[in-house]
């Protein structure tokens, strides 16, 4: 029987993940909540944003939907998982309690350090003294980060002591993000990857490795973004190295969760650094990267629908991927990841050669508007990281639009 989808979300990532279902022989109708202008394109765009979780569930009954996917964090720390569980309806995602390994720093650490999972060592505070004091007695560069969900601006990796006084002050003195706790952290040199994996309890579906860049301008300057370019697979993650962050990282904190009594549902992403040649994880999130997902669905060769079917029945599935690179830049509104300007008009698309994923825009009047920081992801596809990045600089240089920025040197160190 063909299949109705949901997903929930507006991002790059569900543009690609919706690009994804669109090649699937089992779906015959996808929806997507909000969406966005290019997600309409291949999907029907339902009104709802995605906190509202009453609404998404009454729209899921009432539409006869077979499979429900999460794109944002949000969502799932709502409980949207627990919810069309209760009422009897298959969602691809976490439950509010599995979430917290990206919710909550603290709980993310805590069980690495029970499970003896790799990962930089670490102390928490709620008291300004306190902190202060431990990152006095210890080593610098060091790491601040807020426990609890900041949109990406919640880490400070502080090369002097008075950047990391200053990052404790303005957390856990003046509360820039909320009344909260810090975690102080081992600051680890390497070159990090996203391994992002579809866990069911302690069955695992690893994706292809992916390569973020966080920082906004060249050379990795500028303040921590949400990810401004991305490209899979990444070549210095060998075969040896992916087996090694499967086996001491992903599959102990699957089974760990389990053993715990959380068992984790969903995509379990490993923001991991080699460091001296180990995998080590800086971070874990409970849902799609972004812009990760945008560059390695593209290459996944297997039915995406199937694959998310059988995580979520916790069948055995193997999945098959293409040998090209696909590689992404992001372009951003000027000023993102701070204040940014909106409405400026986007041309050009239609002469791109190869795919774009919306990030943040709307349709007025017969014209793409920008109305997000992050706007649009622009690929390139190759037979090597070289030429998917030249492809991928092609297709930049054709769209028009006043109002954005991007980085030009996207995978630029590997290629
Ligand atoms: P996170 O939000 O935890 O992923 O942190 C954002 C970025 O800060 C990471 O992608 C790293 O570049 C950097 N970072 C976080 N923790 C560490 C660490 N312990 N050592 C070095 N860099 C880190
Ligand atoms: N690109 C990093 C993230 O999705 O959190």
């Known amino acids: 029987m063909q299949k109705k989808v949901l997903v929930v979300g ?11 279902l669109s090649r699937s022989a089992r779906v015959s109708k996808i929806y997507c909540a909000p969406g966005n202008a290019g997600i309409a394109s291949q999907a ?17 009954k009432t539409n006869g939907i077979d499979m429900t996917i999460v794109g944002p964090e949000a969502s799932l720390a709502l409980g949207i998982v627990d919810r069309f569980r209760e009422a009897g309806l298959k969602i691809f995602g976490p439950t509010k309690a599995a979430a917290r390994i990206e919710s909550s720093k603290e709980y993310a650490k805590d069980l690495m350090a029970r499970h003896d999972v790799p990962t930089a060592a670490y102390r928490t505070f709620d008291n300004f003294d306190e902190a202060l004091a431990y990152v006095k007695a210890g080593p610098i560069p060091v790491v601040i980060k807020y426990d609890g969900l900041a949109a990406g601006k919640g880490v400070v990796v502080a090369l002097t002591l008075k950047e990391a006084e200053d990052a404790l002050r303005d957390m856990l003195l003046d509360e820039a993000f909320g009344k909260g706790r810090v975690v102080v952290e081992e600051f680890l040199d390497g070159p990090e990857f996203s391994f992002m994996c579809l866990v069911n309890g302690t069955k695992i579906y690893p994706l292809d490795i992916a390569r973020d860049h966080k920082r906004a301008y060249d050379n990795d300057a500028g303040p921590n973004t949400g990810g401004m370019g991305a490209y899979s697979p990444v070549p210095f993650v060998t075969p040896e190295i992916r087996q090694t962050a499967l086996d001491t990282i992903i599959r102990p904190v699957a089974e760990a969760m389990v053993e715990e009594g959380v068992p984790f549902t969903g995509v379990l992403y490993g923001g991991l650094i080699l460091h001296n040649g180990t995998p080590k994880v800086i971070e874990f999130n409970a849902r799609f990267g972004d812009p990760e997902t945008e560059v390695v669905l593209p290459r996944l060769e297997s039915d995406f629908y199937d694959l998310v079917e059988a995580a ?25 990841p701070g204040k940014y300007g909106k409405g400026y008009s986007v041309e050009g698309l239609e002469n791109v050669d190869g795919k774009v994923y919306h990030m943040g825009t709307a349709m007025r ?43 030009t040197d996207i995978g630029a160190r590997e290629a």
């Not at 339902?46 to 899921?60: E, I, K, M, N, Q």
């Open 10 to 20: 507006g991002g790059g990532r569900c543009h690609a993940i919706v690009d994804a």
């Open 44 to 60: 029907e765009c339902v009104p709802v944003p995605v906190s509202d979780t009453d609404a998404l569930l009454d729209f899921a």
């Open 312 to 336: 979520v029945e916790g069948r055995d599935f193997d999945t098959v991927w293409s040998k090209d690179s696909v590689l992404g830049v992001v372009m951003a509104a000027k000023g993102y």
């Open 365 to 407: 009047d017969g014209r793409i508007l920008t109305v997000g920081g992050r706007v649009l992801m622009v690929l390139g596809k190759g037979t090597s990281l070289a030429k998917a990045r030249k492809a991928a600089y092609d297709n930049v240089a054709k769209i028009d639009c006043d109002g954005l920025f991007n980085r």
